[in-house]
Antibody, heavy 123, light 107 residues
């Protein structure tokens, strides 16, 4: 069964940095695009960022552009999200989600999701 | 920017049909995906590309999309269908949009 397991969440002060990881198993990560999607407490889903299967294309929501960086290490079957200059409004559960296979667009669908990792930005 | 509008809540009795709408300007020209999120769990894809069910999803779930409205229909609703449902589409490579979500209550 396809598995995505996020880690790295925690409590961090505003302005500081945090790096999230997403470990993939039971499928070939290098064949798929991957996304990060977040959900603030009690709120809806918000797309954050996309990376193509080979890392050549990366796209970001305006709310995180210039502060967050997505990357991947296919040799380790792991996806990363480097989050800098964190703000209170970045507080959310962060999910990694599998996107399309091969050379494809960033529009989804997201067919498998991890269980998420909670990031809390607080003084 | 493009907005997807969902009703905040829908209520239905067991055994009846639930219809959850997702409104957007000419949404019928876009591909729409639907996700179910039970309380405390990660989202689950239930319909993609307007009307396709992923493997393992009950045939009670179906989707349609035309004009300015996409619709997720659930027939013979069960208690286990109670969840939040989100529609999703995209307009450009960096504009992936979710609707605000609809809470389905099974009476």
């Amino acid at each position: 069964q396809v598995q995505l397991v996020e880690s790295g969440g925690g409590v961090v002060q505003p302005g500081r940095s945090l790096r999230l990881s997403c470990a993939a198993s039971q499928f070939t990560l290098s064949s798929y695009a991957v996304h990060w999607v977040r959900q603030a407490p009690g709120k809806g889903l918000e797309w954050v960022t996309f990376i193509s299967h080979d890392g050549s294309n990366k796209y970001y929501a305006d709310s995180v552009k210039g502060r967050f960086t997505i990357s991947r290490d296919n040799s380790k079957s792991t996806l990363y999200l480097q989050m800098n200059s964190l703000r209170a409004e970045d507080t959310a559960v962060y999910y990694c989600a599998r996107g399309c296979r091969g050379d494809c667009h960033s529009g989804g669908p997201f067919d498998y999701w991890g269980q998420g990792t909670l990031v809390t930005v607080s003084p | 920017s493009y907005v997807l509008t969902q009703p905040p809540s829908v209520s239905v009795a067991p055994g009846q049909t639930a219809r959850i709408t997702c409104g957007g300007n000419t949404i019928g020209s876009k591909s729409v995906h639907w996700y179910q999120q039970r309380s405390g769990q990660a989202p689950l894809l239930v319909v993609y590309d307007d009307s396709v069910r992923p493997s393992g999803i009950s045939e009670r779930f179906s989707g349609s999309n035309s004009g300015n409205t996409a619709t997720l229909s659930i027939i013979r609703v069960e208690a286990g269908d109670e969840a939040d449902y989100y529609c999703q589409t995209w307009t450009s490579v960096d504009d992936v949009i979710f609707g605000g979500g609809t809470k389905l209550t099974v009476l």
